[in-house]
């Protein structure tokens, strides 16, 4: 079983800096740390009903990885 993500101040300090960038309004920890819980109640979600939709990102994922490196 994979381990269970947990928020860190790491992820929150860059999802502060994508709001600060895109949405300053609205750039504060609290707000990194909705957005952050949010995707991850999503992202749980998903693999429960449409999995092969998740499997589908990551693969998308994956090759747009490639394209960069």
Known sequence: MAEKYEINEKDIDIVLGI???TDPEH???EMAIQILEYL???IHLLAHTDFEKLVDMYK???NE???IN
């Open 19 to 21: 709001l600060k960038r």
């Open 65 to 67: 990885k490639k394209s």
């Open 27 to 29: 750039a504060t920890p």
């Open 60 to 62: 998308k994922l994956q």
């Open 40 to 42: 991850q109640a999503n």
